[in-house]
């Protein structure tokens, strides 16, 4: 048996909660393009909520309202995805170099070492959303894609100290899809995240002439959907290839029943495996439609030129499940069939607890419990002169919520039986991922000038933490530390109707050294979670840019 087909399956399965791991990448953008007005203040709002967007920001701004207003915002974002792969000195794998995706060299010329490397670049096609109800994940052109208009409501009645208000939002909307070829593949082909507030029942209340107080409730809808490639660039698949090429090679085309029994039946399969090959693919879906939180926000103004305001968002608890279906290449089962098929083989994955024969296909049915973390902000807003304000907020987020991803399948198979042998907390039909995320801390800074009457000039900076160890850095989860910079500009219509444009652009930069991340390219025998550049040098640079225009008005 080729100890070396344990492991394209535990990839496999690994690879499932690496996509959940994409979704951490985005929730690692939280606060991104909610409010038009509070993106181009860098989110340094906490004391100053943008309009009926206070439901996210500080549920107590909502009781400055009053009338009935309605918001309509409409935002663009876009997504750059780039990343790097390249050879260091020495590069190989158990003896093998001509790894496809940094040798230059023509494939399968004979030769199992690389005459040339290259620097291979991965980049993304344009954005995947994953459509609720028809439950399949669509491929939007190349370009931006748009969200809107997103609708917000609020009604003060006269002479009360309540107001009352709901909203329509993005707290998360990430999605790409990649060319077929690309050899970022194995990081994902087709990836969608979604996270819709539609609907937001707040109340906000007026203490007093300096105190305000608020809460809101969130119902959202959350959907995580991948399609990827795997393979497993690892010694024991280098050693399979060495037996496959070395061992087996004389005996090519032979029906040896001594040879199936004495090598455990290795050199059947007319295809074998090994740390370059693709192995599988998987195509999962997962969703719930009803997720909810809820909002608490506190803010004090005790004068116009001074405010201090506290938010705190709960976590959200969710339940997802959907589809898997899991594609087994011709190597990964012709190796796998191959051993089972000889009484030898069969006997030794029988004690493994290993089925003897794998399918071209698995599906099923999967479930996953995810919590989104909890966040705390609190800011100060100053005003030096009449024209000009100075925001500062603090963010906390408590990331250390995902110290692992457990997946659950409805059945045991062949894959869960591989993973279970590998993955500590893992069973037949649970695989657990380790993350190790780490809460975060960091400040936001924001700031305004009136120009005229009419017109506001606003900037903003944020610079983030990485919620990320080094060691679990991967091109999947490309937003590590990151710089967000913004501006816009507010225009006061008439006395009851403003407009809000804006722009933003968040970046992050990584570099991951081989041998550094397990979630990436570590070495060893003993690397059995999702790791599919082993022995290369990894860089990854994500940029997200967003615009934005809000309407804002009474009726």
Request: with cysteine.
């Amino acid at each position: 048996m080729k100890n070396n087909d344990k492991r394209p399956a535990l990839r496999l399965l690994a690879a499932a909660c690496g996509m959940m791991a994409s979704a951490a990448s985005a929730q690692l953008a939280n606060n991104i393009a909610i409010d038009v007005k509070a993106m181009s203040m860098g989110h340094a709002v906490t004391a100053d909520p943008p309009g009926i967007s206070a439901i996210h920001f500080n549920p107590a701004g909502l009781a400055k309202l009053d009338g009935r207003r309605m918001d309509l915002q409409f935002v663009g974002a876009d997504f750059s995805l780039e990343s790097e792969f390249s050879a260091p000195p020495g590069y190989n794998v158990f003896g093998f170099s001509d790894d496809p995706v940094v040798c230059d060299d023509v494939p399968n010329d004979g030769v199992d070492f690389c005459r040339s490397f290259k620097t291979a670049t991965s980049t993304v096609e344009g954005i995947s959303l994953y459509v609720p109800f028809v439950n399949d994940t669509v491929d939007l052109p190349p370009g931006p894609l748009i969200a809107g208009p997103l609708p917000a409501f609020s009604i003060r009645p006269a002479g009360s100290k309540f107001t009352f208000a709901t909203a329509t939002y993005l707290p998360l909307a990430a999605g790409f899809y990649r060319d077929e070829d690309d050899v970022g593949n194995y990081m994902g082909e087709r990836v969608a995240l979604e996270r819709i507030t539609y609907l937001s029942p707040s109340i906000g209340y007026q203490v007093n002439d300096e105190l305000y107080i608020g809460a809101s409730i969130g119902m959202s809808y959350q959907a995580i959907a991948l399609e990827q490639d795997f393979r497993a660039p690892n010694e024991l698949l280098g050693f399979a290839r060495v037996i496959d090429e070395s061992i087996c090679a004389p005996f090519e085309g032979e029906s040896n029943v001594a040879l199936d029994l004495i090598l455990f039946g290795i050199c059947r399969p007319e295809e074998g495996l090994g740390p370059f090959k693709n192995m599988a693919s998987l195509d999962v879906a997962m969703d719930q439609r009803f997720s909810p939180s809820y909002n608490l926000g506190i803010l004090w103004e005790p004068n116009d030129r001074f405010a201090w305001g506290a938010t705190w968002r709960s976590a959200a608890k969710t339940h997802m499940k959907g589809d898997y279906k899991i594609t087994y290449s011709n190597a990964a089962r012709e190796t796998i069939n191959g051993i089972g098929g000889s009484a030898t083989g069969a006997l030794a994955l029988a004690v493994l607890g290993i089925p003897s024969y794998v399918g071209e296909e698995e599906v099923g049915r999967v479930s996953m419990d995810l919590t989104m973390p909890a966040t705390f902000q609190t800011g100060i807003k100053i005003k030096p002169t009449e024209r000009l304000q100075f925001n500062v907020d603090a963010v906390w987020a408590d990331y250390k919520e995902w110290d692992a991803f457990n997946i659950v399948f409805d059945r045991s198979s062949a894959v869960l039986s591989l993973a279970r042998l590998f993955s500590p907390g893992s069973t037949p039909t649970r695989l657990s991922y380790p993350l190790n995320f780490q809460s975060t801390w960091n400040l936001a800074f924001g700031a305004a000038y009136d120009l005229t009457g009419r017109i506001q000039l606003r900037a903003g900076y944020e610079p983030r933490a990485s919620a990320i160890p080094d060691d679990r850095r991967s091109p999947m989860v490309p937003i590590n530390e990151a710089r967000y910079y913004s501006l816009g500009m507010g225009y006061k219509w008439d006395k009851d109707t403003d407009i809000d444009l804006g722009i933003g652009m968040l970046q992050s930069k990584d570099e991951i050294p081989a041998n550094i991340s397990c979630a990436a390219n570590c070495t060893g025998i003993d690397n059995v979670v999702y790791n599919p550049y082993a022995g290369l040098d990894i860089k990854t640079e994500a940029t997200v840019t967003m615009v934005g225009l809000a309407f804002r008005t009474k009726f």
